[in-house]
């Protein structure tokens, strides 16, 4: 049991003295874990709306599908886009795989089911009376939409902060598609797996303490705006 | 309706089921400019469908609508529609903010923003509830929900204005208030058409009133 309290110590150590190599990887990881959260937010939030308000033939299979994606494992996600981005792969001439765009990518796979699905909760949620009420005020019907939207923000900033919180812990696509590069593409969950593997327990630590702010953070705030 | 006035809006053959089920039958409807016609009927005669499809908001399953002599369109293209026929709601939802906010929303949506607040304060005036301005929507009661939802519409110069159930389930002083407005709007030449299943609150106000039972207009008379 020593190993683990002199590790903490250690971890700890790491942290308050501002270890070049812990503040490196947590920069990294919020680059890209902010990266991935806005491009699937862009898909996400139209996408949940409109799934959510509208009608048409496939849209159980479509709800299917991206139920799916919520539970496919980051691995998986991550072997993918390698095949996509490699340079066998039909996007290997753009040069993104072991690159933190590389990594975007795979997270925006990872992060739009969440994001979409979330807002497709909160928008079924609405009374359908909101809607008529900004269409009969003379709403054409997109800013009715962007009423219905401001209607439902904390349940979609909460979808944001929850996918935000997903993908900054993610390991398998950012080993994947990042290739584990110390100062470029090495995140706080690669660098806690390469760490804890040569033994370096406390650096590992440190790594695990950064991200559990991070995360912990996240569910302060998305908690916060839940009870707004 | 008389013999030289043309219709403001007109519905022809309009028909609108739900789960199977015939909600809405109406073979020929005409709303007279500048006139009061109630929609009356017993809970589920198909009064809040016909306003919802009156107001553009419901495209029926078949039939067609004009106004002015220009058929109407549903949808993204009913937008102008839409601009010149309101509705009040039933129950009205109101959005998420201050009353005031409420009342400048079909404002904000025209781009009429110059001069909104002492608009929408002097239509809130006009019901009585100036005092709410300030207040959250979610802290009303239902009846000031109404009057707000009214106050609301009364920004917009809308010719025609749907009041669906205007009085009900709202208390003595907030009723009152709210015929009060209904006759001080026909007095200004607004077309309106109020669904209401006790009509005889608007006697005074010599209405035509169709009846609608099991989605069909019944009867259709003047109420002399």
Known sequence: ?228 | MSKNSKPLIRLEGIQQAFQNRVILDVNQLEIEQGKLTLLSGANGAGKTSLMRVMAGLTKPDQGRMWYRDEAVSFGKQGLEFRRKVSMLQQEPYLFSGSVLKQVCYGMIARSLTQGMEDKALKSLESLGCMGLAMRHTRQLSGGEKKRVALANLLTLDSEVLLLDEPTAQVDQESSEKILELIQIQLDSGKTLVISTHQPEWAKPLKPRICLLEYGRIASDTLWN
């Open chain 1, 1 to 228: 049991m020593d190993f683990l309290f002199e590790g903490f110590l250690e971890g700890l150590n790491m942290v308050f003295q501002g270890n070049p190599a812990v503040y490196n990887a947590a920069w990294i990881t919020l680059r890209v874990s902010f990266g991935a959260t806005l491009i699937a937010s862009l898909i996400g939030l139209p996408l949940g709306y409109f799934l959510a308000s509208t009608s048409f033939p496939g849209k159980g299979f479509c709800t299917i599908v991206l139920q799916t994606l919520l539970g496919f494992p980051t691995v998986v996600i991550g072997l993918l886009v390698y095949g996509f981005l490699s340079r066998r792969g039909p996007f290997g001439f753009a040069d993104l795989l072991f690159t933190p765009s590389g990594i975007v990518i795979g997270l925006v796979v990872l992060a739009f089911p969440i994001v979409t699905m979330f807002t497709m909760t909160a928008v079924s949620g609405i009374d359908p009376r909101a809607r008529e009420m900004a269409l009969t005020l003379g709403a054409s019907p997109r800013r009715a939409a962007w009423t219905l939207f401001l209607e439902v923000r904390f349940g979609l900033i909460s979808a944001l902060l929850a996918s935000f919180g997903r993908v900054a812990s993610e390991v398998g696509i950012a080993i994947m598609l990042g290739g584990n590069i110390e100062g470029y593409t090495r995140t706080l969950t690669t660098a806690i797996a390469l760490e804890s593997m040569k033994g370096e327990f406390g650096f590992g630590i440190a790594l695990g303490l950064v991200l559990l702010v991070l995360v912990f953070f996240t569910a302060l705030l998305s908690r916060y705006v839940q009870k707004l």
